[in-house]
């Protein structure tokens, strides 16, 4: 009774070349009955012969309209999360203005290290990549579950040197991002893809900053962390040597005298609105763990859906086996009509 329920059709032609055809055997058939009952007298053909003949046909017309049974399956499918942080390093981001949660007066860089470190214990299960960007932006992290590898990464940053140094360019991650996530979406399409741009919003260099629009259909969601303060501060020398400081203050070249770097929640809001995503401060009594990215760390976990399938299996080797059994009759009575009437 099952497979009654779940018998279709669902011809292997199409319905309209396999509706056309199963329309042309019945026609034959038809065509058989009403010539054996008409011509019964004139022919040597009986009763079984034209039933037996008529049902190949009609048996055909079935096989081309490929009978078969729909089947259910579940599939447990897994929807992950993965959440690209780029980090600002340029030289503003030493400037020690900056506070996250109990912590004030650190740097903007150290704020930074602190977020990148929550985010990965508010989004557990997930798998992260890291980029940092100044002159140039590099992908120093390729995307992984790891969350030592992301701590690490993130202990391990500092701002590029100063002689190295060419202005702040905000959009200097912008080509690198649409390459990873493209590649990200193309080999997991079901993925949802965040990201987490931390900066001061300091636009220094000579060109105008491109739009972040160009991420946006890439991403499920984009936050935009703000560092630093409104008052700004003096920005500290970046030695070549790493783990070594320089002394003295970056110059403004325009007064000789040392430059202010301050916050410009103005250009962070914009990039966030570029980009269809939120905006949000770093600061002292402020975390990532409260906020627009607590609600969505909620809303991004990994789940677990139940998909249900339908398979259609075709049932034609049953009829083509009886088929061939009507065909191997037909053609033995054949064979002992002609030897008989030879």
Do not use: C
């Amino acid at each position: 009774m099952n497979i009654l329920k779940s018998l279709t059709f669902e011809p292997a032609l199409g319905w309209v070349a396999g509706g056309l055809l199963a329309g042309l055997l019945l026609l034959l058939a038809l065509a058989l009955v009403i010539h054996g009952l008409h011509k019964g007298r004139d022919t040597d053909a009986d009763r079984w012969a034209l039933t037996r003949r008529t049902a190949m046909v009609l048996i055909l017309a079935l096989m081309v309209l490929t009978p078969s049974t729909v089947s259910k399956t579940t599939n447990k499918a897994v929807n992950a999360t993965d959440v690209f942080i780029a980090v600002d390093v340029t030289g503003s981001m030493a400037v020690k203005d900056a506070g996250y949660g109990d912590q004030e007066g650190i740097s903007r860089l150290e704020a930074a290290r602190a977020a990148a470190h929550d985010l990965t214990r508010i989004y557990p299960d997930a798998s992260f990549s890291a980029l940092s960007f100044g002159a140039s932006a590099s992908v120093d992290l390729p995307l992984t579950p790891d969350v030592r590898a992301v701590d690490n990464w993130a202990r391990g940053l500092a701002t590029e040197p100063t002689s190295r140094s060419a202005g702040s360019s905000l959009d200097a991650p912008l080509d690198r991002l649409s390459l990873v996530m493209k590649q990200t979406r193309d080999r997991h399409p079901d993925d949802r893809i965040l990201l987490y741009l931390i900066s001061d919003g300091e636009q220094t260099g000579p060109d105008e900053r491109r739009s972040f629009s160009v991420l946006r259909e890439g991403l499920d969601d984009a936050f935009v962390l703000g560092t630093g303060s409104a008052k700004g501060g003096m920005v500290p020398m970046s030695s070549d040597v790493a783990g070594s400081d320089a002394d003295g203050w970056v110059t403004d070249p325009k007064t000789g005298q040392p430059g202010i770097s301050s916050m410009d929640p103005k250009t962070l809001k914009a990039m966030a609105d570029e980009m269809s995503g939120h905006y949000q401060a770093l600061a002292k009594g402020a975390t990532v763990r409260e906020g627009a990215t607590a609600t969505a760390s909620k809303r991004y976990r990994v789940t677990r859906v139940d998909q249900v399938r339908q398979h259609v299996t075709p049932l034609v080797w049953p009829l083509a086996l009886v088929e061939l059994a009507l065909i191997l009759i037909e053609a033995g009575l054949w064979v002992h009509t002609s030897r008989r009437l030879l």
